[in-house]
């Protein structure tokens, strides 16, 4: 590995392959070291910079391929590596940079010492350096010798005091209530300093051999400025502003609540924040819109309502269960014939809270009832009557009851009514058929003794004839319908 020694400040030459010339396949030459590219050069263009640290703005290549690197520092001192591209063949050639420092140019007191051996005549040349050191000397190398050699490079601890103090606030998110927060102090003396004081809400904690200090379980009282400083020196000092992030919530009521039907319930929710809130409500885990409001009570309010309110990562969530009471009602109760024609289907439907439950004062063939749902349900009872009968229901839950009744028929009563509302009328038909034959029949009499002739009656009886037979047809269907 070659080495090549720049200046301190100067503009420092690197060659690539020892200053060889170039190939005459080349293709591309490239600079990198360490901890990336510097720059690039495709053949017959100009060198490209890659390089977005501290040398993007120090680099260049020379018309041999040479890095140059100006205003070289100590930080320079590294492995450069220039990797050339020609034909199939990729080269690279490490260069080990080193900066040395001029002294001479920094009004420095170099004293020497020749000592001259007595019996030799052998000569010892000694020389001391003094000169008054800089923050930047800081891991400096510092060699002496001859023309023709040097020694070893040597560093010295160079001290300063501390210029500038920075507070850190270590946290993973936004502050909340109950979080611990670290504060960590830097400050950038040499030797760094080891203890600090804190400043934490107008008192101040001393740490010492730590830059770090916790606090725990904070509270939004604990909003505000904090600052560390060295122990030293209290006007060296940095602050921040914390903020703690809080969010209060209160649901009334917020147990299991009892109403009856037709009252009002009133909520109240307050809140209070660091923040914006977001608030949403749900009843038995099903969204709502809004805010539920309670005027006038039904049965169907009854149930879980829980409201969750949010703010960034804090969430604050609250409930109460409605139970919505009412002594049962009967809203409805009919009768309908079965398909056999034989049964009578009795619906007996009622609204209450507790779930209200059903009476009978007759038995049935069987007897069903409905889902239980906003209050709401509905009892059915089938029967066979044999006679005519009065059916009761009645509804009743732990708050009262309610009872209705209704008039049921047998199936063959009301056949036989039927069958003789349709008697009569064809009873009436023949009543009012021969009424109408003896009127003109009397008429005809009457024609005879004014020597009128009876054709005309006789065309009259057979009309009436006629009519009388189509009524008791008529009838007759009815009496088979």
């Not at 080495?3 to 100067?10: K, N």
């Not at 009436?428 to 004014?450: D, P, R």
Request: charged residues 25%; contains cysteine; negative net charge.
């Amino acid at each position: 590995m070659d080495t090549v020694i720049g200046l301190y400040g100067e503009t420092v030459e690197v060659p690539c392959n020892n200053g060889a010339p170039k190939p005459k396949d080349l293709f591309i030459t490239k600079w990198k070291y360490d901890n990336g590219d510097l720059l690039t050069q495709l053949k017959d263009q100009d060198a490209s910079v890659i390089a977005t640290n501290q040398y993007k703005d120090r680099v260049s290549m020379a018309e041999n391929s040479s890095l140059l690197i100006a205003a070289a520092s100590l930080k320079d001192e590294k492995i450069f590596t220039c990797m050339v591209v020609a034909g199939a063949d990729i080269s690279e050639y490490p260069v080990k940079l080193l900066i040395h420092i001029l002294l001479l140019f920094l009004g420095i007191t170099i004293s020497s010492k020749v000592k001259v051996d007595e019996v030799t005549g052998l000569t010892t040349t000694s020389s001391t350096l003094q000169y008054t050191a800089e923050k930047g000397d800081t891991d400096a190398l510092f060699t002496c010798g001859t023309l023709n050699a040097l020694s070893s490079p040597v560093s010295f601890t160079v001290t300063y005091p501390t210029e500038r103090v920075s507070l850190h606030v270590i946290s993973k998110g936004p502050l909340m209530e109950g979080d611990n927060v670290t504060l960590k102090c830097k400050a950038d003396g040499n030797p760094l300093p080891t203890s600090f004081n804190f400043h934490i809400q107008r008192k101040v904690v001393k740490v010492e051999n730590s830059d770090s200090y916790t606090v725990t379980d904070v509270t939004r009282d604990s909003t505000g400025e904090y600052k560390c400083s060295i122990i030293d020196n209290a006007k060296m000092e940095d602050s921040k502003n914390i903020t703690i992030n809080y969010l209060d919530m209160s649901l009334s009521p917020s147990e299991k609540v009892m109403k009856s039907a037709g009252e009002s319930l009133a909520l109240n929710l307050q809140t209070d924040a660091s923040g914006e809130l977001r608030v949403s409500w749900t009843k038995d885990n099903d969204k709502l819109d809004k805010m539920p409001k309670f005027d006038k009570l039904t049965y169907s309010d009854s149930g879980k309502y829980e409201v969750v309110v949010t703010m960034g990562a804090l969430i604050k969530k609250a409930s109460f269960e409605l139970v919505v009471e009412g002594i049962p009602v009967i809203r409805r109760l009919a009768k309908q014939r079965g398909e056999d024609g034989q049964h009578k289907v009795l619906t007996c439907e009622a609204e209450g809270s507790p779930k209200p439950t059903v009476a009978w004062s007759v038995n049935g063939t069987s007897a069903d009832e409905s889902p239980y749902v906003n209050g709401k349900i509905s009892y059915k009872l089938t029967i066979v009557p044999t006679v005519n009968l009065t059916v009761v229901c009645t509804v009743s839950n732990e708050l009262g009851q309610d009872t209705r009744a209704i008039n049921v028929s047998t199936c063959n009563d009301t056949t036989k009514l039927v069958v003789g509302v349709i008697v009569g009328l064809l009873l009436a038909t023949v009543v009012v058929g021969l009424a109408y034959w003896l009127y003109m029949k009397k008429s005809k009499q009457g024609s005879w003794k004014t020597g009128e002739k009876e054709d005309g009656s006789t065309e009259e009886s057979k009309k009436l004839e006629e009519k009388i037979e189509e009524k008791l047809e008529e009838n007759s269907q009815k009496v088979e319908v």
